[in-house]
């Protein structure tokens, strides 16, 4: 007799995921990330719905997180090994098996070969070992049509979460992020999220609400408190503490004001707070590192209250110093 559970099989192309979870921090009114915990569980809802089936019968057998990675020494050169870390947590947390292949330097860029291969060759694999009724893919790459057409013809059904967005970069460069029609042709289930997310935050769907985050992100740096100087300094030798003024922000960088060159920081430099709850002008502490460049930058940074007018070491900002360091991002 055939079981009524349906048997759930989740598979996520991890720099997809990763750069619709950064879309949804950095760009989107929403401001947060995507909940991998909160996604498992709209997908149990969801194939409830399109198998006709009790949602406790619709359950997650399996998942696995396949993605290129930086070797360790380039990732805390890249000043990445924090964030690759507490993505671990969470993926081990949520028992998803990871699949991590080492990203290949061509033509001076940072590339990834092979993961999609690895990710449709698991995929059927596990589809006729564990017998899948339903495999959920993450992903938006037209490489991934042959997996689609092989699950169709063992009978396996497709849940395909697919995005379409566009933003413009940090460097004015327009961005955009579209699944293969091909791909939504041969789904058995195509889901547009991003209309499913835009809707459901409108009519204040709880189901969609538990798609983020809403805790924090932890800080790379411990939370120790600097000892605070009285006004804007200049950059000194690493370790040096300094406070000043965000002179700019965009999808996730800023420059703090400090002559001769603004000093270049990220969301990973934040020690305390939220990036996203910045604003230019507010003034912040930071200490003075070293990017992967060997250029000055700003690190370990957090809000700081401005000092008093009058008190020694006050400054007016100054609208001379316009160029930004070399640690921007037009060079990262």
Same mark, same amino acid.
């Given at each position: 007799?055939?079981?009524?559970?349906?048997?759930?099989?989740?598979?996520?192309?991890?720099? *997809?995921?990763?750069?619709?979870?950064?879309?949804?921090?950095?760009?989107? &009114?929403?401001?947060?990330?995507?909940?991998?915990?909160?996604?498992?569980?709209?997908?149990?809802?969801?194939?409830?719905? &399109?198998?006709?089936?009790?949602?406790?019968?619709?359950?997650?057998? +399996?998942?696995?997180?396949?993605?290129?990675?930086?070797?360790?020494?380039?990732?805390?050169?890249?000043?990445?090994?924090?964030?690759?870390?507490?993505?671990?947590?969470?993926?081990?947390?949520?028992?998803?098996?990871?699949? *991590?292949?080492?990203?290949?330097?061509? +033509?001076?860029?940072?590339?990834?070969?092979?993961?999609?291969?690895?990710?449709?060759?698991?995929?059927?694999?596990?589809?006729? !070992?564990?017998?899948?009724?339903?495999?959920?893919?993450?992903?938006?790459?037209?490489?991934?049509?042959?997996?689609?057409?092989?699950?169709?013809?063992?009978?396996?059904?497709?849940?395909?979460?697919?995005?379409?967005?566009?933003?413009? +970069?940090?460097?004015?460069?327009?961005?955009?992020?579209?699944?293969?029609?091909?791909?939504?042709?041969?789904?058995?289930?195509?889901?547009?999220?991003?209309?499913?997310?835009?809707?459901?935050?409108?009519?204040?769907?709880?189901?969609?609400?538990?798609?983020?985050?809403?805790?924090?992100?932890?800080?790379?740096?411990?939370?120790?408190?600097?000892?605070?100087?009285?006004?804007p300094t200049a950059a000194g030798?690493?370790?040096?503490?300094?406070?000043?003024?965000?002179?700019?922000?965009?999808n996730g960088f800023g420059f703090?004001?400090?002559?001769?060159?603004?000093?270049?920081?990220?969301?990973?430099?934040?020690? &305390?707070?939220?990036?996203?709850?910045?604003?230019?002008?507010?003034?912040?502490?930071?200490?003075?590192?070293?990017?992967?460049?060997?250029? +000055?930058?700003?690190?370990?940074?957090?809000?700081?209250?401005?000092?008093?007018?009058?008190?020694?070491? *006050?400054?007016? &900002?100054?609208?001379? !110093?316009?160029?930004?360091?070399?640690?921007?991002?037009?060079?990262?």
């Amino acid at each position: 007799m055939n079981s009524p559970l349906i048997r759930i099989g989740v598979f996520y192309d991890g720099n *997809y995921f990763l750069k619709i979870s950064d879309y949804y921090y950095f760009q989107h &009114e929403r401001k947060a990330r995507i909940s991998m915990e909160g996604l498992h569980e709209y997908i149990r809802h969801q194939v409830a719905e &399109e198998e006709d089936v009790d949602v406790r019968l619709s359950q997650i057998i +399996d998942a696995h997180f396949f993605r290129g990675r930086l070797s360790a020494t380039e990732a805390r050169d890249k000043d990445r090994l924090f964030h690759d870390r507490l993505l671990d947590d969470i993926l081990m947390n949520m028992s998803i098996t990871t699949h *991590y292949m080492p990203l290949k330097t061509r +033509d001076g860029r940072l590339q990834e070969k092979g993961v999609d291969v690895w990710l449709a060759l698991e995929a059927l694999e596990l589809a006729l !070992h564990k017998s899948f009724d339903v495999i959920v893919l993450i992903a938006g790459d037209s490489d991934y049509v042959p997996l689609i057409k092989k699950l169709n013809t063992i009978g396996t059904r497709v849940m395909l979460l697919n995005w379409d967005f566009k933003y413009v +970069d940090f460097k004015g460069e327009n961005r955009v992020t579209r699944a293969s029609q091909q791909l939504l042709e041969h789904s058995t289930y195509p889901v547009a999220m991003h209309d499913v997310i835009d809707n459901g935050l409108a009519s204040g769907d709880e189901l969609i609400e538990t798609l983020f985050v809403n805790t924090p992100e932890p800080a790379s740096y411990p939370s120790v408190k600097p000892v605070r100087p009285t006004g804007p300094t200049a950059a000194g030798p690493v370790g040096t503490v300094g406070i000043s003024t965000i002179k700019n922000l965009k999808n996730g960088f800023g420059f703090v004001v400090m002559p001769p060159n603004n000093l270049f920081f990220s969301y990973a430099d934040m020690a &305390e707070g939220d990036f996203n709850d910045l604003r230019e002008g507010d003034w912040v502490e930071f200490t003075v590192g070293r990017n992967h460049r060997d250029e +000055d930058c700003a690190r370990n940074v957090r809000k700081a209250q401005a000092p008093a007018e009058g008190e020694e070491g *006050y400054e007016e &900002e100054s609208e001379e !110093h316009e160029h930004e360091s070399a640690g921007s991002p037009e060079r990262l």
